[in-house]
C-alpha cells in the first residue's frame, strides 16, 4: 500500500480497545508467527459484525488470537460468539492466555484442531454462521470450500483474507496461486455474490444468495 495512504488511515483506523492494541504492538515484527490482522481489517470485521448483527462468526485461523479478539469484542456487543480454530501446538497456547487476558473468553469458542477436520464435524453437527472469516493455511481455501460454503447461512458473508497475494511483492508465487484459485473459484460459484476489496494484502467477500 502507498505509504502516504496507510499514514492517512492510521489517523482514522483505531483499535478498539487495550485488548486488541496490546496484542497487535506485542506481536509486531515476529518472525515465528504468521502476520495477525493489520488494524484495518480488524476495524472493518468488527464494522461488518456491528452492522450486519452477525451474532455467529466462525474464524478460520486463530494465530495468537488477534483477530479473534477483534471479533469478539464486536459479538459482546449484541450477545454472539465467535468459534475459532487453529491447529498450531505452540501458539495455540499462546492464543488461549491471549484470550483470556482480555477477559473475552465467555465469547470464544475455540477449537484445536486441523481446519478440514473442524469444518467437516461442524457440518455434520448443523452448525450455521452469519461470519466466517477464513484466515488460515492459504492451501486449505480451496480445500475446505465446499464445507465452508455450505456453513455460512444464506445471506451471511465469507470474508477471505490475503486473496490480492498473486499481485502483492515479496509473497512466494505458491500463495499467490493458491489465492488466485480461490478468487476464481469464489467469484464463479452462483451461490455467491462476491467483491475484492484492496485492503491489507485484499479481502474477498462473498454474501451467498
Ligand atoms: C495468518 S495466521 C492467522 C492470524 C490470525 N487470524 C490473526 O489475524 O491474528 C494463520 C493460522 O492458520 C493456522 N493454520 C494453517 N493451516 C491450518 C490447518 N490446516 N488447520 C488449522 N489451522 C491451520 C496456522 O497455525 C496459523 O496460526
Redesign the pocket.
Known sequence: MDKGFKEYLDQFVEFTSQYNKEIYYANQGRDD?????EPEIGRFLAFLIKSTGARKVL?L????????IWLAEAVKEIGGNVTT????PR?WKEACGNIEKSGLKDYVVMIH????EATRKLKEEGAVFDIIFQ???KY?YTVIYEDVAALVRKGGIIVADDTMFPVCQGVRPNLGRHMDRYNRLVFADQRFFSTMLPVGHGLTLSWKK
Open positions: 508467527i504468521q502476520s495477525p490482522v474464524e485461523g486463530t494465530g495468537v488470537g488477534n483477530s479473534t480454530v487453529d491447529n498450531h501458539t484442531s486441523d481446519v478440514d484466515d488460515c493455511g486449505t
